[in-house]
């Protein structure tokens, strides 16, 4: 790590000068101010590292110096300089991000350890701010890795496709994206980030189910260290991480009610307040939200405010279950197969007809996801041989209710026709077996196959 560089203002040029030296002599780099106007001149030429700022100064008190440094360079750790045993000002610089505090009259030795002290607490936030790129950067490359992909041959699921492109274009607008669970909502969501300009910036999901509702505010707008119990340290919130990218609300209609006003003012204004700060900092972030309740049902019953519904849903894309897109099943289904296969480094299994067939008649309850987690563990009981209809057993009582059939499917022939036909075909053309399953003796089999010229 390079010498920090510190920077000492205080208007009294004797103390400037005897902290200059003593800590000149002590190996710091240091520069001096009289004022806050040749303060900030040194700041525009140095990389400075701490400042040690008087609370009494010209022109400006060091408290206005405290908050202009911390919005032009919120890296520089501030150490005030209290006079007059002003503690009401030393509480006010904390809360806006002063570090340290050393109290006039001072040594130069006292000086010389609160810069340690704050040195030390610099190498420390250095680590941390490393390890978090470091997380940034693999769940980037994880993000790369998962498949943004969203097969489907549907008319209805290429009109969605076609309504998440168009949303995609537009840079700001925000999307409300409904649809019963496992539908792929998400991978929408995905596709309409990374189809953006956005797409270089973060792509941030947050489930505000899935956090305690104490952390919250918090968690979507960050804190100030010493905010509440248990703010050790300042932290940014989810509006800040997804600056200049998009902000992922899954299960929006979960959001507590007490929250939504907060979350509206941050969508309209495109500011936030962290919590135990009173700074506005700008967040420039597309809103994509997503639901499988019916919002409007929440706004009867004031549980979801109607300002808020209005402002997310300028764009609303609704994904049909899966069982109203029967057409994607069997390009779903292959693409399950192929992904699973690659995984595991196993041989891609054929399927059987009958397989299609039958997932045509399932209801999909679970939808997309349901599907996918059956395609993996068939292929696990298939272990590489042919993917049949036995390995995807589904509760019967989803299957779709016998619909009224036509004329000829009374036909008694054609109905024996059939009938034989899809023995032999499950028995692999073996007439023995296929007779045994019809419970009529071979020799008929073989007359009735002759007399409707099966083959
Ligand atoms: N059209 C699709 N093409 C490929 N994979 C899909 C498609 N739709 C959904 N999936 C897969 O199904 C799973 C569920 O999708 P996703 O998480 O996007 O659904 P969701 O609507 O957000 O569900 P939930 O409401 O439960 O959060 C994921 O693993 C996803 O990759
Ligand atoms: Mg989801």
Redesign the pocket.
Known sequence: MHTLKTLILDDETSITNKLHRYLTRKKFAVFCANTPQEAFQVLIKNKIDIVLCDILLPEMNGIEVLKRIKSTNPEIEVIMISGHGDMDTVIQAIRLGAVDFIRKPFSGLDAQLAIERTGKYIKLQNRIQSVENLNSLISRELENLI?Q????TSEA?QEVLDLTLKAAKDRDINVLIT??????????ARIIHFASVRKEHPFFPVNSSAIPETLLESEFFGHRKGAFTGATENKKGCFELAHGGSLFL??IADMPYSLQAKLLRAIEEKKIKQVGSNDEVPVDVRIIS?T?KKIKNLVKDNKFRLDLYHRINTFIID?PPLRERKD?IEP?LI?FINFFSKKKKKNVPQISKNLINKLKKYKFPG???EL?NMVERALILANGGILSEEYFPLVDHTLEPVKAKSKESYNFEQNEINLIKETLKITNNSKVKAAQLLGIPRYTLVRKMKKFNIE
């Open positions: 498949d992909e969203c097969i489907g699921i649809g019963e669970n496992g539908t792929g909502k998400e991978i929408i899954d299960e997503a499988n994904v994607d779903l693409h939808n997309v996801r996918k």
